[in-house]
């Protein structure tokens, strides 16, 4: 809509507090689920290799928090 009505600084503005604010979401759930990745394996009633597996596919997985966060908001910027 900024865009539209031609005002391009508060376009530009909205978008980099949109993909600040994804960064920041997705640090904090690839920190959740790093910290819980533990407890997840629990909560399945795991235990020996297979808990130690979970866990670590589910630290790995969390990496990718950040990018696919900020993926998923930057291409909803470039299709609005």
């Known amino acids: 809509r900024l865009l539209g009505a031609g ?13 600040l604010m994804a960064g920041a979401l997705g640090a904090v759930l690839m920190g959740v689920v ?7 394996a629990r ?3 795991l235990d020996g290799p297979s808990a130690e597996h979970v866990s670590t ?14 993926l998923n908001v930057g291409g909803t910027c470039l299709r609005s």
């Open 57 to 70: 596919y589910l630290r790995i997985v969390s990496l990718s928090a950040i990018p696919m966060t900020l």
């Open 34 to 40: 790093w910290i819980l990745a533990d407890d997840a």
């Open 7 to 19: 005002d391009r600084e508060r376009a530009n503005h909205a978008v980099a507090q949109s993909l």
């Open 43 to 45: 909560w399945m009633q």
